[in-house]
Nanobody
Framework: QVVLVESGGGLVQAGGSLRLSCAAS????????MGWFRQAPGKEREFVAA????????AYEDSVKGRFAISGDNAKKTVYLQMNTLKFEDAAVYYC?????????????????WGQGTQVTVSS
């Protein structure tokens, strides 16, 4: 079992920055990748970014590309999501996820463990 705990969410003004953290604990051996998803009220959960532990490969959803950056600290088994130039449409609950089945997961079904989420609110 892997437990993921997100932190760093909060209120930020449009154009501002925020950094989310996700700490993994438990049986993290064999965890190929970690990623971030977000879900706004009335909308489906969508992929935001992911990072592969073995090679550092990163992937981003088009709308956040160039604004968000995912990174990881393997020693701490912690992944971060640096969010810059935040827009109102970025507001959502952000979920951390870990995959033990895919090195380059993009879909929710490819992830095995999920955090409880952290709220990101963007004010205009």
């Amino acid at each position: 079992q892997v437990v993921l705990v997100e932190s760093g969410g909060g209120l930020v003004q449009a154009g501002g920055s925020l950094r989310l953290s996700c700490a993994a604990s438990g049986n993290t051996f064999g965890m190929y990748a970690m990623g971030w998803f977000r879900q706004a009220p009335g909308k489906e959960r969508e992929f935001v970014a992911a990072i592969t532990w073995s090679d550092g490969f990163t992937a981003y959803e088009d709308s956040v590309k160039g604004r968000f950056a995912i990174s990881g600290d393997n020693a701490k088994k912690t992944v971060y999501l640096q969010m810059n130039t935040l827009k109102f449409e970025d507001a959502a609950v952000y979920y951390c996820a870990a995959s033990a089945r895919s090195k380059y997961p993009r879909m929710p079904v490819e992830y095995d463990f999920w955090g409880q989420g952290t709220q990101v609110t963007v004010s205009s």
